[in-house]
């Protein structure tokens, strides 16, 4: 077994790592910490799994999941981070991702998730099953677009238009509309009140 281990804190790496290889003494593990790393894996190797932080050093790989998911078919990916698996979890199985793991869960159950990814199932989480059955007004982040989702996350980690604009590539114009459209579709008129409500929900955005 190949496996790709991506995450931005080099203790975190180790230790996936070293679970993985007393687990299973033959498998072949490398690691990255950048997005430009994985792209650079994933032109010179075939993985059968990559075990994915989004919040890495360069950027958050989101907005990338969905053309390694599809340039890298044989390579099932695992999304294991802090992330709020409510907020994401569905929209990354969509962009092609065959797995959401909390950082918070046992080194068990992400043992088995690993098995279980790599005799060919996906594993999403409770949560994502939940959301499938949300109607919006019981969950109002299911009517946000990834781009709205993205530019919320960053707003909730205190970063202002010019530099969420820089961070997803995009004119701080649009970064208004973006922020503007997702106040409106969640009733909220601050990032006070989005906080609020996020935490209302018990999400935890990354």
Not at 70 to 87: A, G, P
């Amino acid at each position: 077994m190949k496996v790709l281990v991506v995450d931005q804190q080099t203790l975190m790496r180790r230790g996936i790592r070293e679970l993985l290889k007393k687990t299973y003494p033959l498998v072949h593990v490398q690691e990255a910490r950048s997005i430009a790393e994985v792209q650079s894996a994933l032109a010179t190797e075939e993985y059968d799994l990559m075990i994915l932080d989004l919040l890495l050093t360069d950027g958050n790989a989101f907005d990338h999941v969905e053309s390694w998911a599809r340039s890298s078919k044989e390579t099932s990916i695992l999304v294991y981070s802090m992330c709020s698996e409510q907020l994401y979890a569905k929209r990354l199985a969509a962009l092609g991702c065959r797995g959401f793991l909390s950082k918070e869960a046992s080194e068990e159950r992400l043992l088995d998730v690993v098995n279980a990814l790599y005799m060919g199932r996906t594993v999403m989480g409770k949560a994502a099953r939940a959301e499938r059955a949300a109607v919006n007004h019981e969950n109002p982040f299911a009517q946000l677009t990834d781009r709205e989702i993205r530019v919320m996350e960053e707003l909730l980690r205190g970063l202002g238009i010019k530099e969420i604009a820089q961070c997803l590539s995009i004119a701080p114009s649009t970064t208004s509309t973006y922020k503007a459209r997702l106040f409106a579709k969640l009733g909220v008129n601050n990032e006070m009140d989005l906080y609020r409500l996020v935490r209302l929900h018990g999400l935890h955005p990354g």
